[in-house]
């Protein structure tokens, strides 16, 4: 049965910082590999996906690696900002397309 | 292009009634998930139809129930509710299975 562990439970950094989030997955045989982020009381926004194949995605601010092989990934923010506050969700998705998520990782970046 | 639309955003229910959640998919979207996701958890998938055909369940008991209509708009059924159903209920859509989610903002569902 797959699971997915997200360390830490939560963090707080002050403005400016660089910082990594963690994420580890019991079985490789997963077909991609997505970060969310989440606001409170909302929806999910997908930042970042990760197909099985490959082994990071960038965007902006914002870099995800994968390592089947050892289950892990990690979600790297650069230069951190108030406004990336949120609680960032890691999920991987099934080769049926059913996602697996972690119970996230409570981000406050104080000014 | 529309975003994925659930309703209502806040439910309030009686142990032992009975509710109905609804999600308009992204526009061209066939295939729809649900999620429940409570408080401090990660969300947890509970089903998903693909073409009105549901293909694919997660640990949830019977009393949880889904349709997909022709325009890929969805609801989500939960009979006899319990206490422990309170959670945000989330929709989300796709082109089809393994392709992005794209989720609604939820659903926050009270049992009382």
């Known amino acids: 049965k797959q699971e997915v562990t997200q360390i830490p439970a939560a963090l707080s950094v002050p403005e400016g910082e660089n910082l990594v989030l963690n994420c580890s997955f019991t079985?490789?045989?997963?077909?991609?590999l997505q970060w969310f982020r989440q606001d409170p009381g909302k929806g999910l926004t997908s930042l970042l996906l990760?197909?099985?194949?490959?082994r990071e995605q960038t965007s902006g601010r914002l870099n995800a690696s994968l390592d089947k092989s050892s289950g892990r990934s990690t979600l790297y923010i650069a230069a951190s900002q108030p406004g990336d506050s949120a609680t960032y969700l890691c999920?991987?998705?099934?080769?049926?397309?059913?996602?697996?998520f972690g119970q996230g990782t409570t981000l406050q970046v104080k000014p | 292009e529309t975003g994925v639309t659930q309703s209502p955003t806040h439910l309030i229910k009686t142990r032992g009634q009975q509710v109905t959640l609804r999600c308009s998919s992204q526009?061209?979207?066939?295939?729809v998930s649900w999620y429940q996701q409570a408080l401090g958890q990660g969300p947890q998938f509970i089903f998903q139809?693909?073409?009105?055909?549901?293909?694919g369940r997660g640990n949830f008991p019977p009393r949880f129930s889904g349709l997909q209509f022709p325009n890929y708009s969805s609801e989500l059924n939960v009979n006899a509710l319990e206490l422990d159903d309170s959670a945000l209920y989330l929709c989300a859509s796709s082109l089809e299975s393994g392709t992005p989610l794209h989720f609604g903002n939820g659903t926050r569902l009270t049992v009382t």
């Open positions: 139809y693909y073409r009105e055909e549901e293909n």
């Open positions: 999920a991987v998705t099934s080769n049926t397309g059913k996602l697996i």
């Open positions: 079985d490789s045989a997963i077909y991609n």
């Open positions: 990760i197909q099985s194949s490959q």
């Open positions: 526009s061209g979207h066939n295939t």
